[in-house]
């Protein structure tokens, strides 16, 4: 019972998402709503990494920016639309996520041991990024790029159910990492 009162919060949420999508036409708004929605999908993401799990990652920038870099390839390069391209992104996080995460816990990093080597990757990922040609380079949109348009408010749309609160997530005090 308490599952279906949660998802039926989060249609509720998705719904006015979508409803603001479609019906606010002034850009300065819309770009208000995405801004807000990463704020809360990435505090989200903060709140079970250190709020549950007791850990510090600064691996959050490498997710974001494989998944944002991922989905512009797609859509610039391989001429995919937003939707298609947006499973291919998460995808990509995903997989860099899993294999961060199976390098870092593989050996029981932990605390500060834990948080250098996230903050690592994500500078090794930013220097990547930055000198690779098939990402732009980090200067210069893609080879061959042509922008396609999208719908208005799509990418907010999408991440709408991400950024939901989850409240069946089991309670657990935060754990204080000092000392470690």
């Avoid at 390839?73 to 391989?78: N, R, W």
Wanted: charged fraction near 10%; include cysteine.
């Amino acid at each position: 019972m308490r599952l279906s009162h949660d998802l039926v919060g989060i249609a509720v949420f998705a719904a006015l998402i979508a409803g603001t999508a479609l019906v606010v036409e002034s850009g300065v708004w819309l770009t208000f709503v995405m801004l807000a929605l990463y704020g809360a999908l990435l505090a989200q993401a903060w709140n079970i990494l250190g709020g549950f799990g007791g850990q510090f990652s600064f691996g959050h920038a490498v997710f974001f920016g494989t998944g944002a870099y991922a989905q512009a390839v797609a859509q610039l390069q391989f001429g995919l639309n937003a939707w298609a391209a947006l499973p291919l992104a998460m995808a990509a996080a995903a997989l860099v996520g899993a294999i961060v995460g199976a390098l870092s816990f593989r050996y029981g990093l932990k605390g500060s041991y834990f948080a250098l080597v996230t903050l690592a990757f994500a500078e090794v990922f930013r220097i990547v990024a930055l000198s690779v040609d098939f990402t732009g380079a980090g200067s210069r949109a893609p080879a061959g790029a042509r922008p396609r348009p999208s719908p208005r408010g799509a990418t907010s749309l999408a991440r709408a159910p991400a950024s939901a609160p989850w409240p069946h997530l089991p309670h657990a005090p935060a754990r204080s990492t000092r000392g470690c």
